[in-house]
């Protein structure tokens, strides 16, 4: 009989982490920890559970049997986390949401706008590239650039993006030539954000070349083009408004990025999520043409 429910939530990270160093820094305990809860596991089964090897912990027939009822055990308590929310749940409270280093800010420069009417909710803005685990509510909304196929998300779309060449304001590129432009310092993301938009344009421009500065963050970028460190390609709802930076050329036809709005299917009807799902639509909405390079918006007044 198993004494102790936690001790499935250790068994469970062990065996997705594979590492007690990894398990350890996941559930912010120590590796004795760790390896006491897994040896109580094991005496309460009557079984193995982990062979122990000399660089990872790797499951038993046991243990593989186990884990299987124990994600399920673990759905169903996340399940039971997201829906004792709305019980209680009025237009206040925390709402976490993620979304990457760009998005992040141009929503932070915007916060008034956004608590129009939603005072009585707390804000939690958390810049990541990585997909925040909405079904264990490491966030109540993300807005990204992809949509995941998962069944339990709910998606919106919120916008696309428009991208074109910045430098530091005052910069005379002349010649904006493809074979011009190549000779010219260029920023871009490193190879394990290769896969950000404008990257692949930027190393189809250098023939394959990688860009000469390369960062990780889209503010890091955005700071060395304004301090004259070269040229790159960056959203134009980040750069148009920093008086450092001035377009190369127009927005970029081959590169965009559309922003999706996403959310737990469990979580879409309480009434804090729903109304800052709502506000953020109206707010795209308004940004429009900063979204696409355009300009400032119109004016809100005159739309109402």
Known sequence: MINDWNDLKVFLTLAEEGQLTAAAKRLHVSHPTIARRIKALE?????????????????????????????????????????????????????????????????????????????????????????????????????????????????????????????????????????????????????????????????????????AIRVNDWLVMRDAIGAGAGLAVLPCYLADSDRRLQRVGGILPDVTADQWLLVHRDLRTLPRIRAVMDQLVAFFQEQKSVLAGQGQPADRSAAE
């Open 43 to 211: 005496t309460s089964i009557g079984a193995r559970l982990f062979d122990r090897l000399p660089d990872r912990f790797v499951l038993t027939p046991a243990g593989e049997e186990l884990l299987a009822d124990t994600r399920k055990m673990q759905q169903a308590a996340e399940s039971i986390d997201r829906r004792s929310a709305g019980l209680i749940d009025m237009a206040q409270g925390v709402v976490r949401l993620s979304a990457g280093e760009a998005m992040t800010g141009f929503l932070a420069a915007h916060l008034p706008r956004l608590r129009d009417n939603l005072r009585c909710v707390e804000f939690e803005l958390s810049a990541s590239h990585t997909l925040a685990n909405l079904s264990r509510r490491e966030a109540d909304l993300l807005i990204r650039e992809q949509m995941p196929d998962l069944a339990s998300i709910v998606t919106r779309k919120l916008g696309r993006a428009a991208y074109a060449i910045y430098a530091q304001a005052g910069s005379k590129v002349r010649d904006q030539s493809p074979e011009a432009l190549r000779q010219l310092t260029w920023l871009g993301f490193d190879d394990d954000h290769a896969y950000m938009p404008g990257q692949s344009w930027t190393r189809e421009l250098l023939a394959g070349r990688r860009p």
